[in-house]
């Protein structure tokens, strides 16, 4: 069984600032792209990803801060309907009875407890609610990440891990909201958050897919499902 590597350890090298490769496909050089409220934002022009500068990163513990206002209990039927969006379809290409990691959960796993619900076997993770290592040291028929991948400091590394993470034949699930008009971007309410770090096109998730060899849909808006050959 393939262990998967750990997320790297920042380096001089690694740092998101202007003129350092980018940390989402490790290709394109970073350049400015703009300023909104003091925070600097930039751009790859290989997989047009867009990144907070690292120097406006939140501190951990003001990163968990933030996490600890959310109010995403399982048991809040508008927060389920939320994450059918991507439940739905992928329970279509998955059997009962599969195992999964919920990559990322959070506090309140409702998409866990729904896929449990569904037949599936889940496992949690979380760096800040569930980090048991142990949970990484396996690998899965499918892998959830509902609003997990625009905090990623390190992108191209933890979709690496995912990989490693991932059963050939096995499905990868993301939910974030992909980026469209730089015109709406100031006012996006997604910038807003001071956690999210990286805004991804879909255009940056099929390069991401392509790098690893997955195949990508897009069921739903702001949905993308991957999948691993055998």
Known sequence: MQKPSAEAVITPESRVCEGA???????????????????????????????????????????????????????????????????LPLLDRIPPGASGLDFGCGPGPALADMLQDAGMEVVLYDPFFYPSQSALNHQYDFITCTEVVEHLHHPAKVFGQLDGLLKPGGWLGVMTCFQTSDDRFDNWHYRRDPTHVVFYRE??????????????????????????PL
């Open 203 to 228: 255009v940056t998730l099929a390069l991401i897919a392509e790098r690893w060899g997955w195949t990508m849909i897009v069921p739903r808006k702001d949905v993308a499902i991957f999948h691993k």
């Open 21 to 87: 490769v980018c940390s989402v496909c490790e290709r394109g050089v970073l350049a400015s792209f703009r300023s909104v409220e003091g925070w600097e934002y930039l751009r790859c022009p290989h997989c047009e990803a867009t990144l907070m500068a690292q120097a406006n990163w939140l501190a951990p513990d003001e990163e968990r801060a933030v996490y600890d206002l959310h109010d995403n209990r399982p048991e809040d039927p508008g927060y389920r309907a939320f994450l059918e969006k991507l439940a």
